[in-house]
């Protein structure tokens, strides 16, 4: 899904998943483009996958049953959305995203 935003700029969401959101996709590299030239636009890249802003998979990862203090607000930082990739568009430098089963991108051009 993909929209122009109000300032000329771009935010594409992209969603990887099967009609049941079972964990049995395989994990696939997509490469984005854009029809038009950004360069010199800024690009962020947000993610909740398996790996990224997921307090639950950290919580799995962790082991921890009953959390502390601390775990609780390392739980809370994990599930905060922030970006992954920050950089100025260039048109030579590509875009890859890796998707794992049931992973969200949001990206946005500015």
Known sequence: IA???SDD???VLMAYCNDYLTEELPETVEK???AQNLDGKSLQVYCIDK???NSYRL???KGIETPSEE???ELREEGK???ILERKMKESEPLFLTFTANAIY???VS
């Open 3 to 5: 929209t122009k935003t």
């Open 9 to 11: 700029g771009y935010a």
């Open 32 to 34: 984005v483009e854009f």
């Open 51 to 53: 790996k990224t802003t």
């Open 59 to 61: 919580f799995e990862r």
């Open 71 to 73: 775990e609780i607000k």
């Open 81 to 83: 959305l922030k970006p």
């Open 106 to 108: 949001l990206i946005t």
